[in-house]
């Protein structure tokens, strides 16, 4: 059973370039949640997908944003890369209306020089 | 005032230890609680639900006071193998998780 696989695992961006981060999830699991994790702090929701639709967003710029395929897989994009974009990002599956919490890619570390 | 707040530590105890976590919210609308355990550079993994009634897995136990809006983590007997930040996370009815900044924990022999 595959769980949450996250693709690319290292990616290194000059600023004001786009990036495209991919996200398959858990077998079984329809919903992804996208989070942004700063060295030391906690996980930041930036947006949840659901049905191919986005079900709700953190507070991020409108320079983030994602999409959801039929096959539940998604992307985040971010749009003109900031220094302050660098962090691990965060794919999180789940089943809707379930609440027994996410399960985890190993991330995508962004580096924005 | 950050929705969900931890004590960041770094806790330092030594093997066989008891140590407990807090972790405050501020969303009374809140519906369901988790602890995870974050290794460095790894991706968070779940370590236990937190149900009002308290529950336990094994050395580790977690409680909810919703009345004080405070979820806490209970590890008794440290390993070594338990050092890791560990996340306090807040769900919503909406099914939108919140994390805490975690606190650290290193257990030395």
């Known amino acids: 059973d595959a769980g949450v696989t996250q693709s690319p695992t290292h990616l290194i961006k000059t600023r004001g370039q786009q990036v495209t981060l991919r996200c398959s999830p858990k077998s079984g699991h329809d919903t992804v949640s996208w989070y942004q994790q700063a060295l030391g702090q906690g996980p930041q929701f930036i947006f949840q997908y659901y049905e191919e639709e986005e079900r709700q967003r953190g507070n991020f710029p409108d320079r983030f944003s994602g999409h959801q395929f039929p096959n539940y897989s998604s992307e985040l994009n971010v749009n003109a890369l900031l220094l302050g974009d660098s962090a691990l990002y965060l794919c999180?599956?789940?089943?809707?209306?379930?609440?027994?919490?996410?399960?985890f890619g190993s991330g995508t570390r962004l580096t924005v020089v | 005032r950050k929705e969900v707040e931890q004590d960041p530590g770094p806790f330092n105890v030594p093997e066989g230890a008891t140590v407990a976590f807090n972790c405050t919210y501020s969303n009374s609308a809140s519906q369901s609680f988790f602890w995870y355990r974050q290794d460095c550079r790894k991706e968070p993994k779940l370590l236990m639900s937190v149900y009002s009634s308290g529950n336990e897995d094994g050395r580790f136990t977690a409680q909810l006071n919703r009345a004080s809006q405070y979820i806490s983590l209970l590890i008794r007997d440290s390993k070594l193998s338990d050092s890791a930040t560990y996340l306090c996370?807040?769900?919503?009815?909406?099914?939108?998780?919140?994390f805490g900044d975690g606190t650290t924990l290193t257990v030395k022999p």
């Open positions: 996370v807040v769900n919503t009815n909406a099914g939108k998780s919140t």
């Open positions: 999180a599956s789940s089943l809707q209306g379930r609440s027994y919490g996410y399960t």
